[in-house]
C-alpha cells in the first residue's frame, strides 16, 4: 500500500465505514419499504389472489398480474344476467372486459376522482394558507417588538399540545352551526388551524438565521419594509418555507380522523374513502390497495422534486450561532 | 454630497442610553470617524444618521433637510455593514444594481448596465459581474460592498466598521483604496471604527466616544497631542499613552490637583546610567523588565517603582534586562483626579 493510501482522514470515512453505513441504510430502507411493495403487489393481484393463504408475492410466478384492481377503483358496477351481457356489443378497453368475465357490466365511474380532487384541493389549500401566514406571523414574531412575544409564542404553540381530536366534537357542532360541515373551505380553514403553529415555529427558525442586515441595507437602498421582505428576506427564507410547507402538506394529505367525523360527501377526502371501497361478498382489497398507490404519488412528486431544500430545511435551522 | 447634522440627539434602549445628547456637523465632502471602544454608541449614532433607528429627542438633518422622522429610503444615505454587506442570493451584478433598481429611482435597464460596468471597473472586478455574491472572497465582497456605497453618489455613505472582518493586509491595502475613492468622488463619509490605525490615516476629523457621548472632535493629530482626557488621550498612540500616578514620579514639579500624568514616548528622554554622566536632580530611575523586537520599532517595557511602562525605543539602542535608566520628561499631559486634562 502507497503511503497516500495508507494515509489517514479524519473527516473523510474509509471505504470500510462507507460500505457499514451504505449497509444499514440499505437494510433500514429493505424494511420501511416492505409495507409498501405489499401495497403495490396487492394493488396488481385479482381479489382472489389477493387473500390467498400462504400469500403469494411473486408476480408472473405465483400469480399473474391483473389491473382489475385498478379498474375497480375506479368504477362502479352490477350484476347481470349472462344472456344480457351477451347481448351488449363488444366490450371497449381491458377493464370492460375483465368486468364482464366477472359477470357483471360498469354502471358508472366512482367516487375515488371527485374524492381525490378535494384531497388536493384541501391539503394543496391549507398548506399554502399555513405558510401564507405562518410566514407573516414568523417574520413580525422574528422582527419587530411584539408585545407579550413570549407569551403568544407559547400560546400558538399549545395549540399543539393536545391532540386535535380531542376537540372533534366540539369543532363539529361548530361547523354545523357555521355550515361548514362537509365543505372544502371547512376542512381547509381546519387543518390550517392546525398547521399554522408548527409553520410560525418552524419559520421563525428559519428567519431569525437570516441577519437583518440585508433588509436594512434594503431599505436605505431605497425599498419599503414590504419590498425588502419580498426581495431580500423571502429568496432567502426559501428552504425554510419549503421544509415547512412539505410537513404541511403531508399533515393535511394524511389527516384521518377529522376527515371522517367532518365530511361524508361533497368534501369527502380520498383517506376516509380508500378504506370502504367494497367489493363483490367485502372489501375489494386489490382496489383499496390501488386506491392507496396512486394516493401517495403527489407527496412523492412534491418531496422529489424539492427534496435538497428539504434536507438542507431539516438541519439548517437547527445550527445556533 | 451633503453637510449632515446631527443636533443634540440622544437615543435610549430600554434602560441603555445609548447616546446622549450629540450633536456633531459633518460638512460636505468630509471623512469623520467615530472612535471608541465596542458598545460606547458608535453604530446607533450611525444608524440614527441612516433613519435605522429615530432619536428619543434632538434632530438630524441632511443637506439642510430634516430627516429626523423620515424612513431610511428616503435620506439619500447609504451604509456598508460589517458583515453581511451583499445579497447572498444575487450575483455581484444584481447586487451592484440593486439599489439602482428601488422602486424610487427607477432608472432605465440601460442606464442601470452602464453604472455598473463603470463602477465594476472602478473595483477591479468586472469578471465576477456573473458570480453568484457568495463566490467572492471576504475582501472581495467588502470591496464590492464599499464601492457600491460610494459610486451612487449619496448625500453621505455611512460605514460600519467594514474592514474590521478582513486580515491585516487586505485591511491595509483596502484602507488606501477606500481614501483614494473618497477623494476621488469627493464623498462625504461618517465612519465607525475602534481601530485608531483607520480613523488617524482616513478620516479627516475623529470624534472619540465615551458612554454613548461625544467627548472630543478634532483632527487627528489635535485629538493626539490635544487630547481633553486621560479616556482620549488612550484612544490613539501605539504603544498605547503611559498613565501613571503623579506619586509614582516622585517629588517632581506638576500641577498641584494633577492625579495622573500622561507619558507618551515623546514625552520622555531616556539616559543610561554612565559614569560619564551624572544623575541630574528630577530624573527618575526605571529598570528595563523587558523589550519586543518588532523589527522596524522596540517596545520597552520599564518599570518605576510598582508601576510599568511601554515605550518606542529606537531599535539601534541595545539593551539589557535589569538595567537601570533615567527618564527625564518633557511637557508630559497631566490629569485631575476625574481623568480631565488639566495641563
Known amino acids: 500500500m502507497s503511503a497516500a493510501n495508507s494515509a489517514h482522514s479524519v473527516v473523510e470515512p474509509s471505504g470500510y465505514a462507507k460500505l457499514i453505513a451504505g449497509s444499514l441504510v440499505a437494510f433500514y430502507a429493505l424494511i420501511s419499504l416492505v409495507p409498501l411493495v405489499w401495497i403495490g403487489l396487492t394493488s396488481i393481484k385479482t381479489p382472489t389472489d389477493s387473500i390467498h393463504y400462504p400469500p403469494k408475492v411473486i408476480p408472473f410466478v405465483e400469480f399473474q398480474p391483473s389491473i382489475e384492481g385498478y379498474c375497480n377503483l375506479f368504477s362502479t358496477r352490477s350484476r347481470q344476467t349472462t344472456e344480457y351481457i351477451q347481448s351488449l356489443p363488444p366490450p371497449q378497453g381491458a377493464c370492460e372486459t375483465i368486468t364482464r368475465a366477472r359477470g357483471m357490466v360498469v354502471a358508472g365511474p366512482s367516487n375515488y376522482v371527485p374524492r381525490y380532487i378535494n384531497s388536493l384541493i384541501i391539503a394543496f389549500g391549507s398548506t399554502f394558507l399555513s405558510i401564507a401566514l405562518g410566514t407573516a406571523a414568523a417574520y413580525a414574531f422574528s422582527r419587530f417588538k411584539v408585545p407579550l412575544k413570549d407569551d403568544l409564542m407559547f400560546f400558538i404553540l399549545s395549540t399543539r399540545m393536545m391532540p386535535p381530536i380531542a376537540v372533534a366534537i366540539p369543532i363539529f357542532l361548530m361547523y354545523r352551526e357555521l355550515g361548514l360541515s362537509d365543505t372544502r373551505l371547512g376542512m381547509i380553514l381546519l387543518y390550517t388551524s392546525v398547521n399554522v403553529s408548527l409553520a410560525v415555529w418552524l419559520l421563525k427558525g428559519f428567519i431569525d438565521e437570516i441577519p437583518r442586515e440585508y433588509e436594512e441595507a434594503a431599505m436605505i437602498d431605497g425599498y419599503t419594509r414590504l419590498q425588502a421582505f419580498r426581495k431580500v ?27 371522517v367525523l367532518l365530511t361524508s360527501g361533497a368534501a369527502q377526502t380520498a383517506p376516509p374513502f380508500i378504506p370502504i371501497i367494497i367489493g363483490e361478498g367485502g372489501q375489494d382489497w386489490p382496489a383499496v390497495a390501488a386506491g392507496t398507490v396512486l394516493f401517495l404519488v403527489p407527496i412523492l412528486i412534491f418531496t422529489v422534486l424539492l427534496r435538497q431544500h428539504l434536507l438542507r430545511g431539516i438541519t439548517f435551522g437547527a445550527v445556533r450561532k | 454630497m451633503a453637510e449632515v447634522v446631527l443636533q443634540q440627539v440622544s437615543k435610549a434602549f430600554g434602560s441603555v442610553e445609548a447616546v446622549k445628547n450629540l450633536s456633531l456637523t459633518i460638512a ?21 444618521v441612516a433613519g435605522l433607528e429615530t432619536p428619543d429627542a434632538g434632530r438630524v438633518f441632511i443637506g439642510g433637510r430634516d430627516v429626523t422622522q423620515a424612513p431610511p429610503a428616503a435620506r439619500d444615505v447609504t451604509f456598508v ?55 467572492l472572497s471576504g475582501g472581495q465582497m467588502q470591496r464590492v460592498a464599499i464601492g457600491r456605497a460610494l459610486v451612487r453618489r449619496p448625500a453621505i455613505a455611512l460605514m460600519d466598521e467594514p474592514l474590521s472582518s478582513l486580515d491585516a493586509k487586505l485591511r491595509a491595502d483596502l484602507r488606501v483604496e477606500l481614501k483614494r475613492i473618497q477623494q476621488d468622488l469627493r464623498t462625504t463619509i461618517l465612519y465607525v471604527t475602534h481601530d485608531q490605525m483607520e480613523a488617524m490615516t482616513m478620516a479627516d476629523r475623529i470624534g472619540v466616544l465615551e458612554n454613548g457621548r461625544l ?31 503623579r506619586a509614582v514620579l516622585g517629588e517632581w514639579n506638576a500641577p498641584l490637583d494633577a492625579a495622573l500624568v500622561g507619558l507618551r514616548t515623546e514625552h520622555v528622554q531616556l539616559h543610561r546610567r554612565s559614569k560619564l554622566r551624572a544623575t541630574v536632580p528630577g530624573d527618575i530611575s526605571a529598570r528595563v523588565k523587558r523589550i519586543e523586537h518588532l523589527g522596524d520599532q522596540n517596545h520597552l517595557h520599564l518599570a518605576v517603582g510598582e508601576h510599568d511602562l511601554v515605550m518606542l525605543a529606537d531599535p539601534a539602542l541595545v539593551f539589557h534586562d535589569g538595567e537601570t535608566v533615567d527618564l527625564r520628561l518633557e511637557n508630559p499631559l497631566f490629569f485631575n483626579a476625574e481623568g480631565h486634562r488639566i495641563a
Open chain 1, 233 to 259: 428576506v423571502l429568496p432567502q427564507a426559501v428552504t425554510g418555507i419549503v421544509a415547512t410547507a412539505i410537513f404541511c402538506l403531508i399533515f393535511a394529505w394524511n389527516e384521518y380522523a377529522f376527515a
Open chain 2, 28 to 48: 460636505d465632502g468630509e471623512f469623520v470617524a467615530l472612535l471608541g471602544p465596542t458598545g460606547v454608541g458608535k453604530t446607533t449614532t450611525l444608524r440614527l
Open chain 2, 81 to 135: 455593514f460589517q458583515q453581511y454587506s451583499l445579497y447572498p442570493h444575487l450575483t455581484v451584478f444584481e447586487n451592484l444594481a440593486f439599489p439602482l433598481r428601488a422602486p424610487t429611482r427607477r432608472l432605465p435597464e440601460e442606464e442601470i448596465r452602464r453604472i455598473v460596468s463603470e463602477v465594476a471597473r472602478m473595483l477591479r472586478i468586472d469578471t465576477k459581474l456573473g458570480n453568484k455574491a457568495t463566490q
Open chain 2, 215 to 245: 467627548v472630543q472632535v478634532g483632527t487627528p493629530r489635535e485629538i493626539y497631542e490635544n487630547p481633553v482626557s486621560a479616556y482620549v488621550a488612550g484612544r490613539l498612540g501605539q504603544p498605547a499613552i503611559n498613565l501613571v500616578p
